[in-house]
């Protein structure tokens, strides 16, 4: 079946410190792949999103590539602000599975002055 | 502007009681879903619907219930609330295979 694994969290960075969230994934044939957010007390917004193998998605200074060599869709980001504290979900939708998504199990971000 | 919402925002309720989750989106969207989050597991799905009269089962929809009347709405149900369904609930719409907006969510606590 399908399946996301993200590294466990929390994970504190001091502001404007380099940030990877790895997210690798288990599925057959070519899925999409995701990267959501979610603030304190609110709902999932779409970061970015990879469609294909080499597809880099961007959004907000965060980066992630899709890399099917290694299953892996890594979020990065160069220089991260206390804005940026949020749990982060990385998702995968089969490409004949309708528009479900498969979450991992989420990165609490925390970013201190 | 167009949105997605759910009511009630919080809810405590007793084990046995049947309680409704109430998701409303005002974009039209045919797809409709709901997930459940706790800590460690993501969301996960619960049920979905592609339109109007569909619906389906997602990973788990055991002790769920949910109907699809009309485009907007899909209320989701809990036939006898368990200790175990004290969650976050969250609802979530898109159009065909596009971006699914998720609306704020529902902390549910069976007691």
């Known amino acids: 079946g399908n399946s996301v694994t993200q590294m466990e969290g929390p994970v504190t960075l001091s502001e404007e410190a380099f940030l990877t969230i790895n997210c690798t994934y288990t599925?057959?044939?070519?899925?999409?792949l995701f990267w959501y957010v979610q603030y304190p007390g609110e709902g999932l917004q779409l970061l970015l999103k990879?469609?294909?193998?080499?597809d880099k998605g961007s959004n907000k200074g965060f980066e992630a590539t899709y890399r099917k060599e290694t299953t892996s869709f890594h979020l990065e980001k160069g220089s991260v602000q206390v804005s940026d504290s949020a749990v982060y979900f990385c998702a995968l939708r089969r490409d004949n599975a309708g528009n479900m998504l498969t979450f991992g199990g989420g990165t609490r971000l925390m970013v201190k002055p | 502007d167009a949105e997605i919402t759910q009511s009630p925002r919080h809810k405590i309720t007793e084990t046995g009681r049947q309680v409704t989750l109430a998701c409303h989106q005002t974009w039209n969207h045919n797809n409709m879903f709901w997930y459940r989050q706790d800590l460690g597991h993501g969301l996960r799905l619960i049920h979905y619907s592609y339109g109007v009269q569909d619906t389906n089962k997602g990973e788990v929809s055991d002790g769920y219930s949910v109907s699809r009347s009309n485009t907007e709405d899909l209320p989701l149900t809990l036939e006898s609330a368990a200790s175990s369904q004290t969650s976050v609930y969250f609802c979530?719409?898109?159009?065909?295979?596009?971006?699914?907006?998720f609306g704020p969510g529902t902390r549910l606590t069976v007691l």
């Open positions: 979530a719409s898109s159009r065909g295979g596009n971006e699914q907006f």
């Open positions: 990879a469609t294909k193998a080499d």
């Open positions: 599925a057959t044939g070519y899925p999409s």
